[in-house]
């Protein structure tokens, strides 16, 4: 045949007559429900050397079965929009295959739906681990998981039914409330209270750090109202309407609680002007061009490969669900 023939596609029917079996039966062990019909593995293994040979195109289950493991580890995380999520991503495949297996990631958008959709086609395709990150249900999945008979492990938002690796979200956050009220003493001779601006208080992060803010407050003295604490969300836009009407009368220091509400604060900063120069704020999170930003003073980084290394040690291990393992975060001054 010359090359610009075209070679004839190979079908069920052929890869039937080849290794002597039925259509159905073939057709069974390349959708991967043979064993539902009690057919043998042998023939099973023959169906698909055959289809190999001929170059079929093998469903991705099927394929599956001629190995007792899939070797496929999947990761749900909420976004890729932050350098947060992004870098838990990136961090996870790469550790991944240093350990032999094939990462799956998918994006679930804070959905709980998705999230456990994305979790039913991830043991669907056999995944031995489900990491699941900042996921809003962890529980649903975990026991969906088990049932399956697939461990799952919580990343950054902790559950009641699998091990969870956390960051310190209080420590983290009561240090970076230090912070920031120590530089608005300092630079502005203004001892507060700062407002704390971003997230859902009903998340489980949202709250630590919060408890962390407002006990850095506590233990200076100073009374924090209930208007000071703005967590109506954390997209830029949210920030943006809660600030809309906002001008400091004074000094003003905020506690930012993430970097997707830091676009917010400071677009609203910078609509400011001579007011901006007596604003300071610090992000709970951490991008490296923050450091560059007028008067961001810290950030705090989550220590993304040692919450990894520690989730990673958790695989095979059947230890029960017990309190977060807690990763301390790290705090840059800028």
Same mark, same amino acid.
Do not use: H, W
């Given at each position: 045949m010359s090359v610009g023939e075209n070679k004839k596609k190979t079908t069920i029917y052929d890869i039937a007559t080849l290794a002597g079996a039925s259509p159905s039966a073939v057709s069974s062990v390349l959708n991967g429900t043979w064993k539902k019909r009690r057919i043998s593995q042998k023939l099973a293994e023959r169906v698909l050397a055959i289809a190999d040979e001929q170059g079929y195109a093998v469903n991705v289950q099927a394929s599956l079965l001629r190995r007792d493991r899939s070797n496929i580890i999947g990761m749900i995380v909420p976004k890729y929009d932050n350098r947060y999520f992004g870098e838990i991503a990136e961090r996870f495949e790469a550790m991944a295959r240093a350990r032999g297996l094939f990462p799956v990631v998918t994006c679930t958008q804070r959905d &709980?739906?998705?999230? =456990?959709? +994305? $979790?039913? #086609? *991830?043991?669907?395709?056999? $995944? #031995?681990?489900?990491? +699941?990150?900042? +996921? /809003?249900?962890?529980?649903? !999945?975990?026991? =969906?998981?088990? +049932?399956?008979? !697939?461990?799952?492990i919580n990343l950054d938002l902790p559950g009641q039914a699998a091990p969870s690796v956390i960051s310190d979200n209080y420590a983290g956050a009561r240090d970076l409330t230090n912070l920031i009220l120590d530089r608005c003493e300092e630079e502005l001779q203004w001892t507060g209270p700062l407002l704390f601006i971003g997230g859902r208080l009903a998340d489980h992060n949202t709250a630590a750090r919060l408890k962390g803010f407002l006990d850095a407050h506590r233990d200076r003295g100073i009374r924090v109202s209930e208007d000071r604490v703005l967590a109506k969300g954390y997209s830029s836009k949210s920030v943006a309407k809660v600030l809309e009407d906002y001008r400091p009368g004074g000094p003003t220091g905020i506690f930012v609680n993430s970097t997707i509400t830091l676009e917010g604060v400071v677009m609203w900063r910078s609509q400011l002007g001579r007011l901006a120069g007596r604003v300071r704020y610090g992000c709970f999170d951490w991008d490296p061009f923050g450091k560059?930003? &007028?008067?961001? !003073?810290?950030?705090? #980084?989550?220590?993304?490969? /040692?919450?990894?290394?520690? $989730? =990673?040690? *958790?695989i095979g291990n059947p230890a029960v669900a017990s309190d977060p393992i807690l990763i301390p975060c790290k705090l840059h001054m800028h």
């Open positions: &709980p739906e998705l999230e =456990f959709e +994305a $979790a039913r #086609e *991830l043991v669907s395709y056999r $995944a #031995e681990v489900l990491f +699941a990150t900042g +996921a /809003t249900d962890p529980d649903r !999945i975990s026991a =969906f998981c088990r +049932a399956s008979g !697939i461990q799952s560059y930003l &007028p008067g961001n !003073i810290g950030m705090v #980084e989550q220590d993304v490969k /040692t919450m990894l290394d520690t $989730a =990673f040690d *958790l």
